[in-house]
């Protein structure tokens, strides 16, 4: 059991014999006793610096103990008994030695106990020290790693910012680009409407002129390639849709990630600015084994790398798809604009020939007519031949008839007879000639009158073939280019 009188922490570091018999330290401090024994109560004297009432009630119990004490010897002298002079009930407890010997333990235990004491409260101002030294750095390390970690926050938030800002701006300028294309795409239909109507107008060509020509054979590829090129545009606006998505999704995630990283900023660099005399600071009890965490350091920083990188990966994608749309529109309208050209070409050319033959149409027909008034004059002129070779031969087969009624030998094939009969051969080969000249200028008149048919037939459809395509196709195709333009450069 532990001595009263001593501490148990320089006991324990101290430890020495128990004498026999010894009487309580007094020269304990106060503050010993209230540490070790808190319901002992602890009164002063005039005559010692502090005594424990443990002491003085058992002194008054024993009144050997503690003969010099006031309050001993009233106890005494009202307890013990009449003073008995006889010597055989009197005998000696303990002797001079051991009375010094006692002494000299109290004083070596006084000693000892104060020199315990006065090493324990050295150690401990020490201690006190070192572990306010300790735990006041501790706490600066702690504020150093917590503006360590706010400075990381920062940068990240930073990073994020800037990504997000470019990411932002590539989501904008592709949202525009997409929104051009939609309207170019949109815009392609114009040149197409007029392309087929070019085609079906110039079904209403007549004759001869509705012809597979080099107009239509432009016309037909301007259609392809307007088709083609609508293709095209779909399949970029649909990627634009896409990467517009993706874009969105890891704009999503980096602001996500940026509002976290401004709450944990706030709440670190709240935890940064705490003191010891800040407002607010109390006792959480078991907070430390409360382990809330799902990241550590590096699965902290990757995360956010990772959605930088993802941003980044996107903004690439989105920047190169964006660069794609604007060489597939300005492809397109060279396109569109170049088989535009082809086809105005070919209709000029076409319209041209057009002109021209029915410029020569128009030439000709007048010499038609005029030769037909010539050979209906020259008919006229041959049926009169005829008619007056009638009279001739008429003379002569007169003279002849007349001849054959000489008597006798008046019969003479003379040189008038084979006159008369030379004359009446040659005016048959004459009228005979005359008929079939006749017959031919009629033939020729019918041809005359069958080409001035077909003349004036064939500038009718020259005429309809220059009002489709000079009038109606390329009076269709003159808004073409401003579409074109609308399409590359909107």
């Not at 430890?15 to 540490?35: C, E, G, H, K, V």
């Not at 397109?332 to 070409?345: G, I, P, R, S, Y």
């Not at 051969?425 to 017959?439: A, G, S």
């Not at 005359?448 to 220059?466: F, I, P, R």
Request: glycine residues 2%.
């Amino acid at each position: 059991m532990e001595r009263l009188g001593s501490t148990l922490t320089a006991t324990y570091a101290h430890p020495r014999p128990t004498p026999s018999n010894f009487l309580p330290a007094i020269s304990t401090m106060t503050s010993t006793y209230r540490d070790h024994f808190p319901h002992y109560n602890l009164t002063h004297s005039l005559s010692l610096p502090w005594k424990p009432s443990t002491y003085y009630k058992v002194a008054s119990n024993s009144p050997t103990l503690a003969p010099y004490s006031t309050r001993a010897q009233r106890v005494s002298e009202s307890t013990m008994l009449p003073f008995v002079s006889n010597r055989t009930t009197l005998f000696t407890r303990y002797t001079p030695d051991d009375w010094y010997r006692s002494n000299l333990t109290n004083y070596q235990e006084s000693n000892t106990s104060r020199q315990n004491s006065e090493r324990l409260r050295v150690d401990t101002a020490r201690l006190i020290q070192d572990k306010y030294q300790q735990t006041k750095k501790t706490q600066a390390d702690t504020t150093q790693n917590l503006g360590e970690r706010v400075n990381d926050i920062g940068f990240w938030k930073s990073e994020i910012l800037h990504e997000l800002d470019e990411m932002i701006g590539e989501t904008n300028a592709l949202n525009d680009l997409k929104q051009k294309l939609e309207r170019a795409l949109t815009e392609t239909e114009a040149p197409l409407q007029v392309a087929r109507e070019c085609l079906f107008h110039r079904e209403k060509r007549m004759g001869i002129d509705l012809v597979h020509d080099e107009v239509e054979t432009q016309l037909l590829t301007e259609v392809d390639t307007i088709l083609c090129c609508q293709e095209r545009m779909k399949l970029h606006l649909d990627k634009a849709i896409a990467q517009l998505a993706s874009d969105r999704a890891a704009q999503h995630e980096l602001e996500k990630d940026l509002s976290d990283k401004q709450t944990a900023y706030w709440i670190d660099d709240k935890c940064h600015h705490l003191r010891n005399t800040s407002d607010g600071v109390s006792y959480f009890r078991g907070v430390e084994k409360v382990d809330a965490t799902v990241s550590v350091p590096e699965s902290w920083a990757k995360f956010t790398d990772d959605n930088i990188l993802r941003s980044q990966s996107e903004r690439a994608d989105s920047t190169k798809l964006r660069h794609d749309i604007d060489n597939l529109l300005v492809v397109t309208a060279n396109e569109m604009w170049n088989q535009f050209n082809k086809v105005n070409l070919s209709f000029t050319n076409r319209i041209a020939e057009t002109a021209d033959a029915k410029n020569k149409i128009q030439i000709h027909l007048p010499k038609t007519l005029q030769e037909i008034f010539q050979t209906e004059m020259t008919i006229e002129l041959i049926r009169k031949a005829i008619r007056d070779k009638s009279a001739f031969l008429k003379v002569a087969h007169t003279r002849l008839d007349e001849r054959t009624r000489r008597p006798n030998i008046e019969l003479c094939r003379d040189m008038a007879q084979l006159r008369l009969v030379n004359e009446v051969c040659e005016v048959d080969d004459t009228i005979q000639t005359l008929q079939q000249r006749l017959r031919d200028a009629e033939d020729t008149l019918q041809s005359l009158v069958h080409t001035k048919a077909t003349l004036e037939h064939d500038l009718a459809v020259k005429a309809n073939s220059l009002f489709i395509d000079q009038e109606k196709c390329m009076g269709m195709r003159k808004s073409f280019p401003k579409t074109l333009r609308l399409v590359s450069f909107c």
